[in-house]
């Protein structure tokens, strides 16, 4: 071989290399599923059952989802949230305060704002989207642990963390302390919480860094041969090859840093979990009022508005609970069969929640929330209009503060550490 046939060979033999390496791991990408076994299911106790990867093109699963009325046995919201995309997004953790206030493991109560006592100026990197500014404030309250309700790790850490200074404590205080830090560490618990129940076989945010680690010693080793090239003699067979070996570890080091990157896949537990909740999402984005029998209306509207709000669709589903308590008082059933006890404060939000207010305007703001109080000259299906505008209006509070992405500050695979 010539000096340009090795050159060919030294350029060509790393770019197929990166090229071979790539295609192994975006084979590997692919979600894991359980083989003939329904979509969504677990295998039965015993089962022997054949894992394969999703079909080729896809990164999940992407077929027919069967509806489920009911949260998936043992997901919280942020949970869902998290197995649903594989990030643990601000809402998710915001949606767990919710969800922990139905579960009655705290209070929320809209008080009104101080006027003279500006907002606590702003920590860390600016919000992604600008904040609503509201005229109230909200007070966490904590209750008494109710018997029977088991707190995840994750949750009995974010509690102690929002409580840390007393038994109450508002959100404009909560901003003043630092709360960011309280929020990253939640969704750091819910990352630790989906690969602990085995959906995921580590972070589901690393993006796979070994590939990208060697990319760049690749680079390393290109800058070396280029200057091997570059200082040997012109009459030296060994230059153009070296030349063209630093080209070609500089194109494979690029595909493997660039190409390389990608989420980690589910296993099929993972799998599984997120086709229920994805089933469990069509059931609230296509939820009738006809089709909610009023005892069935006690608590629904609450627990289940907390995976509305991480599925973004808390305005159709409150929409939906307005016309069901419209339905009510036509029929004389009255309003006593709504819980909202988790909530308080209406009276500080007498102008927002005015006559005529829909449900879907009240997911906006969390101060809306009614806490069961019987309020002069207010339909129910006017307060539940506020509530849904209050449950936003809470989101914003909180997350005003705390938009800062996923709990992975833009890393390559963090180690569950602060």
């Known amino acids: 071989m010539d000096s340009r046939e090795i050159a060919v060979a030294a350029f060509a033999v790393p770019v197929l290399l990166a090229v071979l390496g790539l295609w192994w791991f975006r084979r590997r990408r692919r979600d894991e599923i359980f083989e003939g076994v329904t979509p969504g299911e677990l295998p039965a106790l015993g089962q022997q059952v054949t894992r394969r990867r999703v079909p080729r093109g896809r990164q ?80 966490l309250i904590r209750l008494p642990a109710p018997d029977g309700d088991r707190l995840l790790p994750f949750e009995h850490k974010l509690l102690d963390a929002v409580f840390r200074y007393g038994p109450e404590v508002t959100v404009r205080e909560l901003k003043a302390r630092g709360f960011d830090l309280t929020m990253r560490e939640a969704q750091i618990g819910l990352y630790r919480e989906v690969v602990d129940r085995g959906w995921y076989t580590k972070h589901p945010r ?149 006559a005529g207010l829909q449900i879907a305007d009240a997911v906006g703001s969390v101060a809306d929330f009614s806490a069961g109080i019987d309020i002069p000259d207010l339909d129910l299906a006017d307060g539940l209009g506020g509530i849904a505008s209050s449950v936003g209006d809470f989101a914003d509070s909180a997350g005003g503060l705390l938009d800062f992405g996923d709990g992975c500050s833009g890393c390559d695979g963090c180690d569950f550490g602060i």
């Open 60 to 139: 999940e699963y992407a077929g027919p989802v069967a509806v489920r009325f009911s949260p998936p046995d043992g997901l919280t919201p942020g949970l869902v949230g998290t197995v649903i995309d594989g990030q643990a997004h601000v809402i998710d953790v915001t949606a767990t305060i919710i969800d922990l206030a139905v579960r009655g493991h705290l209070r929320l109560v809209a008080e009104a704002a101080d006027p003279d006592t500006p907002p606590p100026p702003p920590r860390g990197p600016a919000p992604k989207t600008p904040v609503r500014q509201s005229d109230h404030d909200w007070r």
């Open 206 to 354: 690393d993006r796979n860094r070994r590939l990208g680690c060697l990319g760049w010693l690749l680079v390393v080793a290109a800058v070396l041969a280029a200057l091997a090239g570059i200082t040997a003699r012109p009459w030296e067979p060994a230059r153009t090859p070296m030349l063209a070996l630093g080209a070609g570890l500089l194109f494979a080091a690029i595909l493997l840093i660039w190409g390389g990157r990608g989420r980690t896949p589910r296993t099929a537990e993972g799998t599984a979990a997120r086709i229920q909740a994805l089933g469990f999402r069509e059931y609230l984005t296509k939820a009738e009022a006809n089709q909610i029998r009023f005892e069935e209306a006690r608590d629904l509207f609450s627990r289940y508005l907390p995976y509305a709000m991480v599925f973004g669709v808390a305005e159709r589903w409150a929409r939906t609970f307005a016309d069901v308590a419209a339905s009510a008082r036509l029929q004389g059933v009255g309003d006593a069969f709504f819980d909202l006890t988790w909530l308080g404060g209406f009276d500080v939000l007498g102008d927002t929640l005015g």
